[in-house]
């Protein structure tokens, strides 16, 4: 499995992440530290330090701060280029200032990673090799050449050569691992927040899709009666209407074009009014619902109940609650497996006392095997797994999103899900004919989705009631 992640941290995507205001902040807190340290060690402590180049280290930084302050506004983001010369300056700065005060000797040479670590949360990963090696280099220089400590009467203060060696090996050691561990997580943090927003795109759209249709049922509903009576005064003045004049055939247009607003009006009113079955519906015809986008894409979808084909008067079924999670959740589950099922596509419902069940499978090629562990993840590729699905969808990229937008969306409404693989028994992979698709196994790709009953099915005083009244709305113009 490789992650594709890092395909998305272009500069484009991860560029002007920095703001100069928070580089600025920071460096006036190291000018502050780097002051007090200086002072502290040549009068305090009696250490020899050349304090005419240590503060024009020290007032370099200032002075960078001072003009990046005058020049650019507090609120100015920085590019990528800006921000690794920016932290190049405060890598530079710094280990100046070490080298004037003993180099590795100097126990503040652990603020070297600052630089390397805040590159490999915000920057690319060629800024924080460039860095990261720039950072080496230095290091390496000043564990050989730096100016050594003195006491004020001029005694050396030495440490044995293998403690310099230590550090020198702990430092290469810190900027590998720290760089490598920040980069880690805030490539998943800016994954994960791509695909969150997807998730809600997904989800606002699912619930303006539903607001809509309740607007759309309501309105046919409404406009049913005008149009019968435009459709019936027409036809009764078509028979005083003379044969043949221009009047008839304005009548019978009008009757024409009532009849087609009609069929119109009753295809957009199928979803139903206004009742308790736009709030909660039984669970195989909220799954047929969300499968009804991929029914006729070639692939023959079984909806089974308890293991038998579902009927369409089928009874004793629990009745849930009609969320835009549930519904898009699961049209993305089924989504995915007619677009690699072979022929068939198998929907399972069954349930229990406490429990739920909806298990999703196909005749596919399954999910890869070191995938597994890993669906439901945003941003993801399998190895090969381009050539190996192409007969089933060429089209393919193999990111996740999709899945993980399922996922999301299906946990928000408490269900647990797991993937898996089929077995070849009794079912038709490669090629081989199923016996009875009715009561095949699925032998590719399966999703199981478990919810407590209690979480999503309606309560029995709800599921049944008369039909709410119909909402008012002002059609005319004005």
């Known amino acids: 499995m490789s992650d594709s992640s890092d395909t998305l941290l272009t500069n484009g995507a991860r560029s002007d992440w920095i703001r100069l205001r928070t580089l600025i902040l920071l460096r006036w807190l190291a000018v502050s530290g780097q002051s007090a340290a200086v002072l502290v060690a040549h009068y305090l402590l009696d250490i020899d330090l050349p304090l005419d180049l240590t503060s024009f280290a020290i007032a370099a930084s200032a002075a960078f701060n001072i003009i990046s302050t005058l020049v650019h506004p507090e609120s100015k983001r920085l590019s990528e280029r800006d921000a690794a010369l920016t932290l190049l300056f405060d890598l530079l700065q710094l280990c100046a200032l070490l080298f004037l005060t003993g180099g590795l000797t100097n126990p503040f040479s652990i ?93 606002a759209r699912e619930q303006r899709l539903t607001a809509l249709g309740g607007l759309v049922a309501a309105a046919a509903h409404e406009l049913g009666t005008p149009l019968a009576t435009i459709k019936l005064t027409a036809s009764e003045l078509l028979r005083d209407a003379e044969p043949g004049s221009e009047l008839r055939e304005d009548l019978e247009l009008i009757r024409d074009q009532s009849d087609r607003c009609r069929d119109i009006l ?37 909806l ?32 995915n497996a007619v677009d690699f099922a072979d022929s068939h596509v198998w929907i399972d419902i069954d349930w229990d006392e406490e429990m739920l069940r909806i298990a999703v499978g196909d005749d596919g090629p399954g999910y890869p095997p070191d995938m597994l562990g890993r669906i439901g993840d945003p941003f993801i590729r399998a190895r090969g797994t381009a050539r190996s699905m192409q007969p089933a969808r060429p089209e393919y990229e193999g990111m996740g999103l999709g899945l993980f937008i399922a996922k999301t969306l299906l946990e ?42 209690a979480m999503i099915e309606a309560p029995r005083s709800e599921t049944r009631g008369p039909l709410a009244p119909n909402p008012s709305f002002d059609l005319t113009d004005r």
């Open 266 to 302: 009753r295809a957009l009113g199928s979803m139903g009014k206004d009742d308790t079955h736009l709030r909660f519906a039984p669970v195989s015809a909220l799954v047929e619902e969300a499968a009804e986008p991929h029914a006729e894409r070639g692939k023959r979808i079984v």
């Open 111 to 203: 603020l070297v990673l600052v630089p390397v670590t805040i590159c490999a949360s915000a920057l690319t990963l060629r800024a924080t090799i460039a860095l990261a090696l720039i950072a080496v280099a230095l290091i390496s220089v000043m564990a050989v050449w730096h100016v050594p400590l003195r006491y004020g009467d001029g005694t050396p203060l030495t440490l044995p050569p293998i403690y310099t060696a230590g550090v020198w090996t702990a430092l290469m050691i810190s900027i590998v691992f720290l760089a490598l561990y920040a980069r880690r997580v805030t490539v998943e943090t800016f994954t994960m927040s791509q695909a969150l927003v997807a998730t809600q795109m997904a989800l």
């Open 412 to 453: 928000r409404s408490g269900a647990h899900l797991t993937f898996a693989n089929g077995s070849e028994e009794g079912a038709g992979r490669s090629g081989a004919p199923l016996a009875d698709p009715d009561l095949a196994r699925p032998p590719g790709a399966i999703a199981e989705v478990v919810w407590p009953r």
């Open 304 to 335: 089974r109940v308890g293991g038998k084909p579902c009927a369409a008067d089928a009874g004793g079924q629990p009745e849930i609650r009609r969320h835009p999670e549930i519904i898009h959740g699961l049209r993305n589950l089924i989504q």
